[in-house]
Nanobody, 124 residues
């Protein structure tokens, strides 16, 4: 049974930083592309960032490139999302996702497994 458990969310002031983690189990993590998505209140879930199985390539939605960094540690079966210069509009539930593919995808349909999400709230 695949499990993705996100952590690291919370309340932060605008301009601050958070580092989200997602611990994976029940899948061959080192051959799985990983991604982060987010869903703001009243809005659809949208792509944030993705990383290939090896970490050699990453992809970001335009809104986040330069502020957010995705990385992974295959020895620990964990993917991270470092978020800097946070803004109130970054307030959302952030979801970790895993793919059975090794390669980048920006679409939700490209991911097979999802975590429960972690709340990030940015105050102004």
């Amino acid at each position: 049974q695949v499990q993705l458990v996100e952590s690291g969310g919370g309340l932060v002031q605008a301009g601050g930083s958070l580092r989200l983690s997602c611990a994976a189990s029940g899948l061959t993590f080192s051959t799985s592309a990983m991604g982060w998505f987010r869903q703001a209140p009243g809005k659809e879930r949208r792509f944030v960032a993705a990383i290939t199985w090896s970490g050699a390539a990453t992809s970001y939605a335009d809104s986040f490139e330069g502020r957010f960094t995705i990385s992974r540690d295959n020895a620990k079966n964990t993917v991270f999302l470092q978020m800097n210069s946070l803004k109130p509009e970054d307030t959302a539930v952030y979801y970790c996702a895993a793919s059975r593919s090794r390669y980048l995808d920006r679409k939700q349909a490209g991911f097979d497994y999802w975590g429960q999400g972690t709340q990030v709230t940015v105050s102004s």
